[in-house]
């Protein structure tokens, strides 16, 4: 059990608001502006998005722009083309933010296994080797060294690597 807590105020917004009908990476990959996002490359194909509730700093989700729940969905051709875009992801994040590993993660499935978003996603969460502090250790409470925007526009500045 968490022993303190930060506030976010904009977060309620969220949590109380109306959402979008369906999907919510159907509604960004067709540009809902309802829905906020940091969208940082964009194709025919997929979309890699900053998450804005970060696991860590840098945390980034590479997503199909069609909608699809598993791996299996998609043809081989498809899967691969995919997982080129991840290996991107790391060279841009190592290239910006020098993490020292990688947790990545594939959400499919309905609900469960995808954090209530049915939309298969790959998350590329960046590891570093003074991630725990004080806060996170005593407190048990995440502390972020700098903004989702701050990152967000340090990795614009070279998103041309994604492609």
Known sequence: MYQSWLCSPGRMNWVKGKKPEGCIFCGIARGDKKIPNKILHKNGKFMVIMNIF?????????????????????DDKTVSELFLLVKKCLKLLKKVLGPEGF????????????????????????????????MEIIAKTKVLPESVDETFEKLLKNVKILG
């Open 54 to 74: 970060p696991y860590n700093t840098g945390h980034l989700q590479v997503i199909p722009v069609k909608h699809a729940t598993s791996l299996e969905e998609l």
């Open 103 to 134: 947790n990545i993660g594939i959400n499919q499935g309905e609900n469960v296994a995808g954090a209530s978003i049915p939309h298969l996603h790959i998350h590329i969460v960046p590891r570093y080797r003074n991630d725990f502090g004080f």
